[in-house]
Each structure stands twice: as structure tokens, then as C-alpha cells.
């Protein structure tokens, strides 16, 4: 008999046969997230799960699950999971890291352009039908040639981002996840990145990106104190997780014109956007599209089920999770 899995989320028609020719696939249809409660009846016999970041997976989800060989994450975060609870009871978790950095950090530079350029803006005014013509002053925007690019969180999708600045005409520091009050001694040095504390990043960049994970140490981690380090001609941009950012802290701060301006593509209770924000000018509002291209998010689909196929072989996962 194929062992069974269960897929809480249509995944591209050539994955998913591939998935179908090895194991019997339980595929939750519907165009919304499976319910907490479904997926608890669901996963009961079931040898492996494939899961998005949209779908909580906890102990309730693990103990429901007592045959579980591994629980595949088609994300590269993971904060969705109690790892763990997966790890006392000897399940693997493995998530989608690297296939979808190139996408991530070219949307990073999307949103900055947007933000900054203020396209969104300009074309809520063109499609409004108040648009009354070019003129010297109008919508002006900050050049990015010859500012600071700040990156928090100088990871895989970290150093995409800065590795895309010079084209732009940008410097570019950054804050590691590891040394957030003080650059680590032994840390790797970039020539083209000076590294140095969140503190001074805050008060020195121009743009403030954010690509660290969502941890209980990241989780606020750009609050009221944070905003106010920033300078006021600067913008801030998360294509992260949306906890990191304090979404009323953030709508103080645009309100009061502390900063020039943010672009989000996470939020902290999505679908839901936090309503202060919703009628701002100086705000880019994205529904979550880092990854969203034909060929990333195939890839994050076929790397989950590569790791379920090994597992279920008697292999080892191909990319585990370290949390």
C-alpha cells in the first residue's frame, strides 16, 4: 500500500503527481486555509504532513498525528510549528530554504522602489480620477543613489537584497540576527557591508529592511523605540514575518510623519491588516508575494515533497530545520 499523507494545499499539477505516484495523498481542496479542527481529524493515520505557514501545527496537531513520519513545511519559516513538540516525539521537520531567496529579495527591491518612488500612491490619485497633470512639485520622492541601505538580518535572503544595492548606487549596512546589541567578534565581514548595531542601523539607514525570523527575541523587535531611532526621511520595508513589526507602533510613527514611510508585505494577523493603516498615503500594502513567482513557489512545492519522499524511503530529510 502507498503511505498516506496528507496536503493541506493545492501544490503545482507536476508536483503533485509525482507525490501521487508514491504515496496515497489526502488533498484539502478548498481555496481557504484547512480549519485547526480538520486538520486534527485529518492527519490521524497519516505518515507525513505537508503544510503551509498559513496552517498551526502544534501539539494538539502532533499528538493527533501518532503516525507521523515527518511534517514537510513548504516555507522557509517555521514558526507555524511547535518544533518541539515534533522533536520529542522524533518527527523531522524540514522547510524550503534557498529556492526562494532570489525571489524574495527582488520583491524587497519592488517594495523599496514603491515605497519610496511612491507608485502605489500615484496610482491610487490616477485611478481616483484627481490627477490634474505634471508639475515641478508634485509627489516627490527620495533617490536611492548615494543612501544607506540598512539590512536586519544578513541571511540567505539578507544578502540577496544587499547584494543587488550597488546597482542602485547604494552602501549598505547591516545588523546580524546573532548581534543585534554589538557586532559579533569572529563574524564574517562582507567588504561590501558594514556591519554594526541595530541601534546605529536604526539612526543611520536610509531604508530599513527587515529578514530575520520570527522568533520570542524578534517578535516586536521594530517597536515605538525602534521607529523613533529611524531617521524621519526614512522608510522602513518587511518582507520578513509581520510580528516582527509592531503594526500600531508602525501606524503611530507614519501618522505622525516620524518616518517617511513603510512597505509591508507580512502582517501580524493575516489576512487581516491592521485597520490604522489601511488609510495611509505613505504606506505600500503587498498580500504576501515574496515568493509569489511561477517558478519559486514550484520549487518550495517540489522541495517538500522531496524531503516526505526521503523520509518515507528510510532516508534522511534533505533540508531539516535547526529551531
Request: charged fraction near 20%; hydrophobic fraction near 45%; glycine fraction near 8%.
Given at each position: 500500500?502507498?503511505?498516506?499523507?496528507?496536503?493541506?494545499?493545492?501544490?503545482?499539477?507536476?508536483?503533485?503527481?509525482?507525490?501521487?505516484?508514491?504515496?496515497?495523498?489526502?488533498?484539502?481542496?478548498?481555496?481557504?486555509?484547512?480549519?485547526?479542527?480538520?486538520?486534527?481529524?485529518?492527519?490521524?493515520?497519516?505518515?507525513?504532513?505537508?503544510?503551509?505557514?498559513?496552517?498551526?501545527?502544534?501539539?494538539?496537531?502532533?499528538?493527533?498525528?501518532?503516525?507521523?513520519?515527518?511534517?514537510?513545511?513548504?516555507?522557509?519559516?517555521?514558526?507555524?510549528?511547535?518544533?518541539?513538540?515534533?522533536?520529542?516525539?522524533?518527527?523531522?521537520?524540514?522547510?524550503?530554504?534557498?529556492?526562494?531567496?532570489?525571489?524574495?529579495?527582488?520583491?524587497?527591491?519592488?517594495?523599496?522602489?514603491?515605497?519610496?518612488?511612491?507608485?502605489?500612491?500615484?496610482?491610487?490619485?490616477?485611478?481616483g480620477g484627481t490627477w490634474k497633470g505634471w508639475a515641478l512639485d508634485f509627489m516627490l520622492g527620495m533617490e536611492l543613489r548615494g543612501k544607506q541601505l540598512g539590512i536586519v538580518g544578513l541571511g540567505r535572503i539578507g544578502s540577496a537584497v544587499a547584494a543587488r544595492a550597488p546597482a542602485f548606487g547604494m552602501s549598505v549596512a547591516a545588523c546580524s540576527l546573532e548581534a543585534m546589541t554589538a557586532p559579533a567578534p569572529g563574524a564574517v565581514r562582507r567588504?561590501?557591508?558594514?556591519?554594526?548595531?541595530?541601534?546605529?542601523?536604526?539612526?543611520?539607514?536610509?531604508?530599513?529592511?527587515?529578514?530575520?525570523?520570527?522568533?520570542?527575541?524578534?517578535?516586536?523587535?521594530?517597536?515605538?523605540?525602534?521607529?523613533?531611532?529611524?531617521?524621519?526621511?526614512?522608510?522602513?520595508?518587511?518582507?520578513?514575518?509581520?510580528?516582527?513589526?509592531?503594526?500600531?507602533?508602525?501606524?503611530?510613527?507614519?501618522?505622525?510623519?516620524?518616518?517617511?514611510?513603510?512597505?509591508?508585505?507580512?502582517?501580524?494577523?493575516?489576512?487581516?491588516?491592521?485597520?490604522?493603516?489601511?488609510?495611509?498615503?505613505?504606506?505600500?500594502?503587498?498580500?504576501?508575494?515574496?515568493?509569489?513567482?511561477?517558478?519559486?513557489?514550484?520549487?518550495?512545492?517540489?522541495?517538500?515533497?522531496?524531503?516526505?519522499?526521503?523520509?518515507?524511503?528510510?532516508?534522511?530529510?534533505?533540508?531539516?530545520?535547526?529551531?
Amino acid at each position: 500500500m502507498k503511505p498516506p499523507v496528507l496536503l493541506t494545499r493545492r501544490i503545482p499539477a507536476s508536483v503533485l503527481s509525482r507525490l501521487k505516484a508514491t504515496c496515497s495523498v489526502d488533498l484539502h481542496e478548498g481555496d481557504d486555509p484547512i480549519s485547526h479542527d480538520d486538520l486534527i481529524s485529518r492527519v490521524l493515520g497519516k505518515q507525513a504532513l505537508l503544510c503551509l505557514l498559513t496552517d498551526r501545527v502544534d501539539r494538539e496537531v502532533l499528538e493527533a498525528g501518532v503516525d507521523l513520519r515527518i511534517v514537510a513545511n513548504i516555507a522557509v519559516g517555521y514558526d507555524n510549528i511547535d518544533v518541539a513538540a515534533a522533536r520529542a516525539r522524533a518527527i523531522p521537520v524540514t522547510n524550503t530554504p534557498d529556492v526562494l531567496t532570489e525571489a524574495t529579495a527582488e520583491f524587497t527591491w519592488a517594495l523599496i522602489l514603491a515605497v519610496t518612488r511612491r507608485v502605489a500612491e500615484g496610482e491610487r490619485l490616477l485611478r481616483g480620477g484627481t490627477w490634474k497633470g505634471w508639475a515641478l512639485d508634485f509627489m516627490l520622492g527620495m533617490e536611492l543613489r548615494g543612501k544607506q541601505l540598512g539590512i536586519v538580518g544578513l541571511g540567505r535572503i539578507g544578502s540577496a537584497v544587499a547584494a543587488r544595492a550597488p546597482a542602485f548606487g547604494m552602501s549598505v549596512a547591516a545588523c546580524s540576527l546573532e548581534a543585534m546589541t554589538a557586532p559579533a567578534p569572529g563574524a564574517v565581514r562582507r567588504p561590501d557591508v558594514e556591519m554594526m548595531t541595530l541601534d546605529r542601523l536604526l539612526a543611520t539607514s536610509d531604508v530599513v529592511t527587515l529578514h530575520v525570523p520570527l522568533t520570542s527575541e524578534t517578535r516586536h523587535l521594530i517597536g515605538r523605540h525602534a521607529l523613533s531611532r529611524m531617521k524621519r526621511t526614512g522608510y522602513l520595508v518587511n518582507t520578513s514575518r509581520g510580528p516582527v513589526v509592531d503594526e500600531d507602533a508602525l501606524a503611530w510613527a507614519l501618522g505622525e510623519r516620524l518616518i517617511a514611510g513603510a512597505a509591508l508585505d507580512v502582517y501580524e494577523q493575516e489576512p487581516r491588516v491592521y485597520p490604522g493603516l489601511l488609510g495611509l498615503d505613505n504606506v505600500v500594502l503587498a498580500p504576501h508575494l515574496g515568493s509569489a513567482t511561477t517558478e519559486t513557489r514550484t520549487a518550495m512545492a517540489s522541495l517538500a515533497v522531496d524531503n516526505v519522499l526521503a523520509v518515507l524511503a528510510g532516508r534522511a530529510p534533505l533540508t531539516p530545520v535547526a529551531g
